[in-house]
């Protein structure tokens, strides 16, 4: 039982869980609400990261927890279709194949994703599984599944028909390599060096004066429509509705007056594109001003507004070009290296142009208002709290949600367009048809939208549409709202805030009571894990070399709300270290029962130190089950490991190892061994969530029972309290503790017996005297003054304890010893001291240098001081 679990034996334990169907939720019969956990769907080409360690790890401790409390609990798995992201795997392979998505015909396509996903997809899950993971299996849907795409159907054409759906023509965040509009969340902003342009634009009615302007990107010029300054910049008060000219056209356009301008920022003057700039657009709507285009879809110049010179190049090249060009007018005033954020694709890894197009949006407003009210109602409660207020400041000033991508995997939109483009929303052609008839009065043919819906707009019912909606099923019934959303805090706006939105839109009630955000994982520096800076860790890894209750065990400890993890394998091996010792303290127990063989013991405890591990094991019950409750799984572990290491193991199973020597009384061994299994049976259900693999490993071992799930949460034990068994160990165990810290602090052999005097009388003498002086090397125990001469003074109960040392040590040796020992600490903290105190340091050194040297510092006098005082026990 010391040995750890190898993987092929977690596997079958896990395999055992599912053939007995552990985490299978039957159909319900009865209408009694049950909780329920929605797993954050993966991506179908996902792989298992760290992030996802975590989530699963929480959601996984939160499920046994309920079902250990005796509730029906389901957890609901599956997978996104990941349109983006599944779409450019399948093209990379086409193209290792020589061929291209074009080439094979939009139906051929998607039916290749479709073969893609059944042969390699979804090696998540499997994955997933190897955490310990006991999601229902049996029940996991796909995004893209007929049941939830039906939901999406019906959801489109509803919100369609309430004219909440609609089709404008708008900025998008474009990824020019996969030609399609993808979302805030799909693009990463990245600092780099880039520069600040400063350029001359003529003004039309005084040819020798210029309005200088500053840019980052002067390859969209040609969609210039205006140049905007600050209405209140007095450098420019003369020039509003005035027009300049742009350099290499032959357009006019007008100078504006916008409070968007910063007066502070470049030469306040701002050249804006509406067609390509987010603030832009806004100010050519404040304006009324042309939106002009001037890239085609792959980010290269296009379009009549653009010089034949200048056709066809990409960003670099017209950049350059556009340059030179302006230098050789005497047109370019200087140029500025400057920090800028570039926004580069998340899977194309392309700079995102901001691209007016034709796109379908939800307007949120309506939706939102909803979902303010019921977070603020407390239908739905943040944790941590301070969570709400990110959510509200974003569906406050929510904008309309662009739910159109340009691609061929995913959601087809479900609209059908007539002869003269009137758009038909409907579940099927049949459908459309029939609206069509209906409107043109005749049959007409129908041309059925290209575009594919938002992967998000799939993800935002999936609380719902999982349990069977549209349709009445029993599991929608009883299982919905669900019980706990645990996610990170990156989709609160993508994912989150829509799923309560349309949860409340469809089906009239929150999807969650509660929202549960946890932190990153980053590595032990504090810096986000990437591939990149060689800083990133595998979980598949760590459960190799660790296990699964390991990893676990190091992610749950350090899981406190609010506060990213700063994780590193050091704890991993932590959290298998603490196993071993809990391994090895089952193994101890069943030994004593071997040993003891069949007794009869008395149901009540007799011994003080058997009364008193109950009364700890009963107190830790309440306080870590509301630690449970309030989701501070952190606390709950941190509670649970230092009541079985420190308690049961270092002390109790220390103490009571005299209890079964071969003299002992065999009843009292028996009493002895039933209190260790009650409280081992106790840590074992306590530990359950966190460590599934090792607790019911330990479990089966020593009590012979399966499936530790089904077992009961433990509750407080009735008849435990005993204030003098309390008193009496905690005395005992102080004292043992600094008798053993004196006798190291002076290299006193550990085998070796000395002299006990104290300077009265306790209970600890009478009552547990043997103990005492087994465990703390005591050979007699006196309560008298001590001889003369050199002795440890212990300091201890409110009384001093003296421990003659005549022949216990080498005094002049030991003398010696103590003062290099003291003079290195001295030395150390001068040095420490000088450099902490010199304000060059502390002002320009890492805080974690600083804090490094600080904490040096305070172990060095603490050692100075303590090898002072041994020293001073010597004289």
């Known amino acids: 039982m010391t040995q750890p679990a190898s993987l092929s034996q977690t596997k079958a334990r896990y395999e055992a869980w599912l053939k007995a169907g552990v985490f299978s939720v039957p159909v319900p019969t009865d209408k009694k609400h049950r909780p329920s956990i929605m797993m954050p769907p993966p991506n179908v080409t996902g792989s298992l990261h760290m992030g996802h360690a975590l989530n699963l790890t929480l959601q996984d401790v939160l499920y046994r927890f309920l079902r250990m409390q005796g509730h029906e609990v ?3 798995p599956g997978m996104d279709h990941a349109g983006i992201a599944t779409q450019m795997v399948v093209e990379r392979q086409l193209e290792k194949e020589g061929s291209s998505r074009k080439a094979l015909g939009r139906e051929a396509f998607v039916e290749r994703v479709w073969s893609w996903k059944e042969e390699s997809g979804g090696q998540i899950l499997d994955q997933q599984k190897t955490l310990g993971v006991c999601a229902d299996w049996d029940r996991a849907r796909f995004t893209m599944d007929e049941g939830l795409s039906k939901a999406v159907r019906e959801v489109f054409v509803r919100l369609f028909d309430e004219g909440l759906i609609y089709k404008d023509e708008k900025l998008v965040n474009w990824d020019t390599v996969f030609q399609t ?46 140049v905007a300054v600050h209405p209140e910049d007095e450098r420019y008060q003369d020039l509003i509705g005035k027009m300049v000219r742009l350099p290499l056209t032959d357009r006019e356009i007008p100078i504006v007056a916008d409070t968007y301008c910063d007066p502070e920022k470049g030469t306040g003057a701002v050249k804006i594109t509406p067609a390509h700039d987010f603030n832009d657009f806004e100010v050519g709507q404040r304006h009324s001003l042309e939106r002009i285009t001037v890239m085609d879809p792959q980010g290269k110049l296009a379009g009549s507004f653009v010089p034949e010179a200048f056709q066809g190049l990409a960003q670099m090249p017209a950049r350059e070009k556009i340059i030179a060009a302006l230098e050789g007018l005497g047109l370019l005033e200087k140029i500025e290296d400057k920090e800028i954020t570039v926004p580069l694709g998340e899977r194309s890894g392309a700079v995102v142009e901001p691209r007016l197009t034709p796109q379908w949006f939800v307007n949120m407003k309506p939706l939102a208002e909803k979902a303010l009210k019921a977070v603020a109602d407390g239908e739905t409660v943040f944790l941590p709290e301070n969570w709400t207020k990110v959510y509200n400041d974003w569906l406050e000033n929510i904008e309309p949600w662009c739910i159109s991508r340009q691609l061929w995997w995913g959601h087809q939109i479900p609209i059908w367009y007539g002869p003269d483009q009137t758009a038909f929303a409907a579940q099927s052609l049949e459908e459309a048809s029939e609206k069509a008839k209906a409107h043109y009065g005749k049959t007409v043919e129908l041309v059925q939208e290209e575009d594919v819906l938002d992967t998000w707009f799939s993800s935002a019912l999936w609380p719902f549409s999982t349990l069977g909606w549209p349709e009445k099923t029993p599991e929608l019934d009883v299982f919905y709202p669900t019980h706990t959303l645990i996610t990170g805090f990156d989709i609160i706006f993508f994912w989150v805030a829509r799923m309560i939105m349309m949860g409340l839109h469809f089906t009239g009630k929150v999807p969650f009571k509660t929202v549960y955000i946890h932190a990153l994982v980053l590595d032990e520096k504090g810096q986000k894990m990437s591939k990149s800076k060689g800083n990133a860790q595998n979980p598949l890894d760590l459960i190799g070399e660790y296990g699964p209750d390991a990893l676990r065990y190091a992610l749950a400890i350090n899981a406190t709300p609010g506060r990213d993890v700063r994780f590193s394998p050091a704890q991993v091996e932590q959290g298998r270290n603490f196993i071993t010792k809990l391994r090895n303290a089952a193994r101890f127990v069943t030994l004593q029962r071997e040993k003891a063989g069949e007794q009869q013991a008395s149901q009540t405890p007799t011994h003080f130190l058997n009364k008193w591990i109950l009364q700890e094991c009963s107190a830790l019950i309440p306080s870590l089950t509301k630690q449970m409750e309030a989701y501070r799984y952190d606390l709950a572990l941190q509670a649970l490991q230092q009541f079985t290491r420190d308690l049961f193991c270092d002390w109790y199973l220390e103490l009571t190892k005299p209890l079964f020597e071969e003299s002992a009384d065999p009843m009292l061994k028996a009493e002895t061994i039933g209190t260790m299994e009650q409280v081992l049976q106790i840590i074992l259900r306590l530990f359950h969530p966190f460590c599934p693999f090792a607790s019911e490993e330990i479990w089966e071992g020593v009590f012979e029972a399966q499936f530790l799930i089904y077992e009961k949460w433990p509750e407080v034990l009735s008849g435990a309290s005993d204030d003098e068994s309390q008193q009496l160990a905690q005395d005992l165990i102080a004292l043992i503790s600094a008798i053993r810290t004196a006798r190291g602090e002076l290299s006193v052999p550990p085998k070796a017996l000395a002299p006990l005097y104290a300077s009265a009388d306790h209970p600890l003498f009478e009552k547990a005297g043997p103990l005492l002086k087994k465990l703390a090397r005591i050979s007699e125990i006196h309560v008298t003054s001590a001889p003369a001469g050199a002795a440890l003074q212990v300091q201890a109960l409110e009384q001093n304890f003296v421990i003659p040392l005549e022949g216990l040590i080498d005094i002049g040796a030991e003398k010696q010893r103590l003062e290099k020992v003291i003079a290195k600490a001295e030395k150390e903290i001068k040095g420490l001291s000088a450099k902490l105190s010199n304000k060059t340091f502390t002002e320009n050194a890492p805080a974690a240098v600083i804090e490094k040297n600080t904490t040096r510092l305070a172990e060095e006098q603490a050692r100075s001081k303590a090898a002072a005082q041994a020293l001073q026990s010597l004289s």
Do not use: C, H
Request: aromatic share 16%.
């Open 74 to 76: 389901l957890w609901q």
């Open 181 to 226: 509009a993808i979302s805030d969340v799909e693009v990463n902003n990245e600092v780099r060096q880039g520069k600040f342009y400063y350029f001359r634009y003529p003004l039309v009615d005084a040819p020798d004066r210029y309005l200088v302007i500053a840019t980052t990107r002067p390859e969209t010029m040609f969609g210039d429509v205006a």
